[in-house]
Nanobody, 123 residues
Framework: QVQLVESGGGLVQPGGSLTLSCAASGSTLDYFAVGWFRQAPGKEREGVSCVSSGDMYTHYGDFVKGRFSISRDNAKNTVDLQMNSLKPEDTAVYYC????????????????WGQGTQVTVSS
């Protein structure tokens, strides 16, 4: 049974950077497509980015606009999300999950959700 744990969230000023990490136990993450999602208070969960199994391709939400980058660290068995130029509207709980990486990054096709990590962008 794969279990995912997110880390790396915190408080950052607008324009700052954070790197989130999704760590897996019970299996090797490289076998799976991994996605990052976020949910702000009062809003639906939305897809941020995903990477296919074997790093064949990645997808990003339109709101990312080149600010975020998803990557694997196979030595650590993690999938990381580097977030730059953060904006207050990026404030949310960020989750990772395993599923199928498609262009719409719909949360409906994912499983094994982690507990989330809070990202707050504020001055």
């Amino acid at each position: 049974q794969v279990q995912l744990v997110e880390s790396g969230g915190g408080l950052v000023q607008p324009g700052g950077s954070l790197t989130l990490s999704c760590a897996a136990s019970g299996s090797t993450l490289d076998y799976f497509a991994v996605g990052w999602f976020r949910q702000a208070p009062g809003k639906e969960r939305e897809g941020v980015s995903c990477v296919s199994s074997g790093d064949m391709y990645t997808h990003y939400g339109d709101f990312v606009k080149g600010r975020f980058s998803i990557s694997r660290d196979n030595a650590k068995n993690t999938v990381d999300l580097q977030m730059n130029s953060l904006k207050p509207e990026d404030t949310a709980v960020y989750y990772c999950a395993i599923g199928g990486c498609a262009a719409d990054i719909s949360p409906n096709h994912w499983d094994h959700w982690g507990q989330g990590t809070q990202v707050t962008v504020s001055s």
